[in-house]
């Protein structure tokens, strides 16, 4: 191995001349690592000073390097409830729908003794009301519409149901650069400790005259511009050394680095930097010499000029985001590469809870059941390696955790996939991008709460779209099997339920899918629809059927009961909408309103009332009709009061 070389095969060192290896790529860690004999060399990472000789351990798909590839190749399908919710409600009304349909019709043909044709009018309009055709509709433009909504933020959707798991997750685990922190590092402060006018120029200086920086003197040289000195002899920067220097023509030896490599134990200079190291910041000590510095003799006898404190800037927006997360019964926990003291640092600043014990990861316990143990009660954790934050991802969801992810590095690709949601940086590798659901295009941690607010929004609403859906499911089956029992004409016809489903569930479940919600997630939304809508259903039916069922018994003809069954159904479904839309405002009670005038003008609107086969005149049907319904939606107000409870709880 040499400078520039690129390892293609995992190793272990066997000889090392001032070997250093980037491995940020797979790390995180933004400095180089310095390599001794028996150190493990990863597949990726890059020689930046040095040579060296390592025999190769795992080459092929068996290296470090071709198992994050192929991690990052495999499918990994977002874990949706709402979805899943969904397909669990399709898939009992399919198991429902066969034998009602078949009970319905042969009771019809057998039993009632009625033609075929109106048997299959019959058959054709219970079967087809049992289908929530348009919920699965509605869900998916509800997040099409969130998508478009996110993408004005600059936040690329790259798997629909991303947009609702935000909103359930209750662990959100963060890298520290690039998340909480801007890209790269800034100088903070320069204390002056002598009375030398060179400082700026000094720095500037010995910045230029490396020809491969570290993150640090890119700070530095980023600050302070080249003063284009005649540079006569140069020692580069090397993480064993932890100092470079050079000397200039008509300025004389200057030396940076660690303070620590620099000065004594006890000087005062040393022990002023460690404070202000405590705090997480990089420290550098700048000074003169008295001699020419040599990388083998040393720096000479150094006289303390400055000290530089560097550290990464926390994002303006990073703390108010936490906080907001904290607010909302989210755990932050910041899973970083970077030294423990400097990861607990930024998460103080942050506000993340138990910053101020950060975890160093080298000393994590290898068991998935022992990493759960830990992350119960730490929450900022240092010199993570990019399997174990695979493993602290799997620990969390032993705890039963929804977990997102956030990061921009190949070291992140491994939890982003094993995450619930993985959200990436959109200047971030593009693998991290390619496995990621959420991607934040303009790297702003702050859009998290719209994301947030989005999921939420189509959350709370399909769930009332899904009332009022499955509460026709179930009383077009109770009302069906009632039909198949008692062997009557079926108390609707095809387009009276057509009607009832534009009105009190299509066109108004297409503009409640779409209004803001900002009602917070609870788990359960299978359990919930279903307490809701199987007694709201068996309401409905039993109301319809009454009236349909008084309306003969009273001596009238078929298509006046049924007229009556329709009136009946229309009221307490409009009471079931009423449940379902609240809170109610202005614009709900008005799309409400509007629902009940259209149903008006279908009953007294000749070509309407024609048209769909509906009256409603002064014969008593009527009345029966609609004292029926407003029992009916009474009886759904007190079910809604207790269900509440039921669905609080």
């Not at 006890?266 to 510095?293: F, M, N």
């Amino acid at each position: 191995m040499k400078t520039g070389d690129q390892l293609v095969v995992d190793g272990v060192v066997l000889h090392a001349d001032g070997l250093e290896i980037d491995e940020s790529l797979l790390t995180g860690e933004a400095d180089p690592v310095d390599m001794q004999i028996d150190a493990q060399a990863m597949s990726g990472s890059f020689v930046v000073a040095g040579s060296g000789i390592y025999r190769a351990t795992r080459v092929g798909r068996d290296s470090f390097a071709a198992g994050l590839t192929e991690q990052a190749k495999k499918f990994h399908q977002t874990n949706s409830e709402l979805r899943d919710s969904i397909n669990r409600f399709i898939r009992l009304l399919s198991y429902l729908l066969l034998p009602v349909g078949l009970l319905l019709f042969f009771s019809q043909w057998l039993r009632a003794d009625l033609p075929i044709k109106e048997v299959l009018r019959g058959t054709i309009a219970g079967m087809v009301t049992m289908v929530p055709e348009g919920l699965v509709l509605l869900t998916s433009i509800a997040m099409a519409v969130a998508v478009i909504r996110l993408a004005a933020k600059k936040v690329l959707v790259q798997d629909l149901p991303a947009v609702e798991v935000l909103a359930r997750v209750d662990t959100i685990c963060v890298d520290k650069t690039g998340t909480l922190t801007e890209p790269g590092m800034q100088v903070r402060e320069v204390l002056t400790l002598g009375e030398n006018s060179n400082i700026g120029d000094a720095l500037g200086a010995l910045a230029a005259v490396e020809s491969s920086p570290n993150p640090t003197l890119q700070a530095v040289g980023a600050r302070y511009p080249n003063p284009l000195w005649a540079v006569q002899t140069s020692v580069p920067f090397s993480s064993s050394r932890k100092w470079s220097a050079a000397t200039y023509a008509g300025h004389g030896s200057w030396v940076v680095g660690a303070p620590e490599m620099l000065l004594s134990d006890g000087d005062k200079v040393r022990s002023q930097a460690d404070e202000i190291a405590a705090d997480g910041a990089r420290v550098l000590l700048l000074g003169t010499s008295d001699v020419i510095p040599d990388a083998e003799l040393g720096p000479g006898r150094i006289t303390p000029v400055a000290l530089i404190v560097i550290d990464q800037t926390l994002r303006p927006d990073a703390a108010e985001t936490v906080a907001y997360f904290l607010e909302q019964d989210v755990r932050v926990k910041v899973i970083s590469g970077d030294n423990a003291a400097t990861v607990g640092a930024i998460a103080a600043q942050a506000g993340v809870p138990g910053a101020e014990n950060p975890f160093d990861a080298r000393t994590l316990p290898q068991d998935t059941a022992d990493i759960a143990k830990v992350l119960e009660t730490t929450s900022v954790f240092g010199r993570v390696t990019p399997t174990q934050k695979q493993s602290m991802v799997d620990a969390l969801h032993l705890q039963g955790c929804t977990v997102a992810m956030t990061g921009d590095g190949v070291n992140d690709v491994l939890a982003l996939k094993s995450a619930d949601l993985g959200i990436a940086m959109g200047s971030g590798s593009g693998a991290t991008r390619a496995v990621a659901q959420l991607v934040l295009l303009d790297d702003k941690w702050s859009v998290m709460p719209s994301v947030v607010a989005e999921g939420r929004r189509v959350l709370g609403n399909i769930e009332r779209v899904a009332d009022v859906f499955l509460t026709k499911s179930f009383y077009a089956i109770f009302i069906s099997v009632a039909t198949g029992v008692f062997a009557l004409a079926f108390p609707f016809l095809p387009r009276h339920l057509s009607l009832l489903g534009a009105l009190t569930i299509g066109i108004p479940g297409f503009f409640l899918a779409l209004m803001p919600n900002t009602e917070r997630f609870r788990p359960g939304f299978f359990k919930r629809v279903l307490v809701f809508a199987a007694p709201a259903g068996a309401i409905a039916a039993l109301a319809a059927f009454t009236s349909y069922g008084l309306a003969l018994n009273l001596g009238e003809p078929l298509p006046s009961a049924q007229s009556a069954a329709t009136v009946t159904l229309f009221i307490v479904a409009t009471a079931v909408l009423v449940q379902s839309a609240r809170p109610l405002n202005l614009i709900r009670i008005g799309i409400v309103a509007l629902m009940i005038l259209l149903f008006l003008g279908v009953l007294f609107v000749p070509f309407f009332s024609k048209l769909f086969a509906l009256s409603l005149g002064p014969e008593r049907y009527s009345l029966v009709a609609i004292v029926v319904g407003l029992v009916g939606a009474g009886c759904i107000w007190v079910m809604t009061v207790i269900t509440d409870r039921w669905r609080r709880e």
